[in-house]
Nanobody
């Protein structure tokens, strides 16, 4: 399974970014996808998730500003995170993750991360 995240960058506070994550190679049923982030000196936290049925969940800190979505094209899934009204505290490395129900923690596979920097 390969996850490739992209779309990070430098943006001013109040701006927007759209992260993408290409998910391919899985042979098991995809149970869900998620976006995590880790800021310097802080623990990794779940930002948003979407399950197989399309239900979404958001961290309180991003509700109303971020939107998670997914597209499916045959065996390939693309996960998105639309981030609006960005704040300096959103600065972090953002990781996408995939849950195939293999029991390797909350998610089984992880992408390499993409850096989002929000300037004040």
């Amino acid at each position: 399974v390969q996850l490739q995240a992209s779309g990070g960058g430098l943006v001013q506070a109040g701006g927007s970014l759209r992260l993408s994550c290409s998910v391919s190679g899985g042979i098991f049923t995809l149970h869900g996808l998620g976006w995590y982030r880790q800021a310097p000196g802080r623990q990794r936290e779940l930002v948003a998730s979407i399950n197989r049925g399309g239900s979404t969940n958001y961290a309180d800190s991003v509700k109303g500003r971020f939107t998670i979505s997914r597209e499916r094209d045959n065996a390939k899934n693309t996960l998105y995170l639309q981030m609006n009204s960005l704040k300096p505290e959103d600065t972090a490395v953002y990781y996408c993750a995939a849950d195939y129900g293999l029991g390797r923690g909350d998610y089984d596979y992880w992408g390499q991360g993409t850096l989002v920097t929000v300037s004040s």
